[in-house]
């Protein structure tokens, strides 16, 4: 018989770096999780991904057990990483802070595929680029 889901916990993690500290500890330990263990297996899962942000989906059931799935870095987290730049314009419409290739553009849009509502590559790529414009960062032709 399946397990009764109690909740869902989402949370951005840094790869390789979960430690009992907020925001990790008081989000599983309110569900009564074993906070250790979840550290371990998840910086065990994440070691190929260090300082990048990891979203997690943490399914919590009523027996106390849990699983969790990992997601690809948030799209902004790429843009930026991509533009070599340390975070996005506070006016991005007349503000611009850098700029990323056509060629980055559709990379950063494969990489985010699995989470995206898109059919196809190109709904991906104008997804990325709207989240580009919103930061500040220009698509280079």
Known sequence: ????????IKLQIS????????PVGPALGQHGL???????????????????????????YEDRSYDFILKTSPASELIKKAAGIKKGSGKPLT???GSITDKQLEEIALVKMPDL????IEAAKS????TARQMGV????
């Open 1 to 8: 018989m399946a397990k009764k889901i109690k909740t869902k």
């Open 15 to 22: 790869g390789g770096q979960a430690n009992p500290a907020p």
């Open 34 to 60: 074993n906070i250790a263990e979840f550290c371990r297996q998840f910086n065990e899962k994440t070691k190929d991904k260090m300082g990048e942000v990891v979203p997690v989906e943490i399914t919590v």
């Open 95 to 97: 503000e611009k802070i």
């Open 117 to 120: 509502n898109a059919n196809d």
């Open 127 to 130: 997804i990325i680029a709207g």
């Open 138 to 141: 220009e698509i280079k032709k």
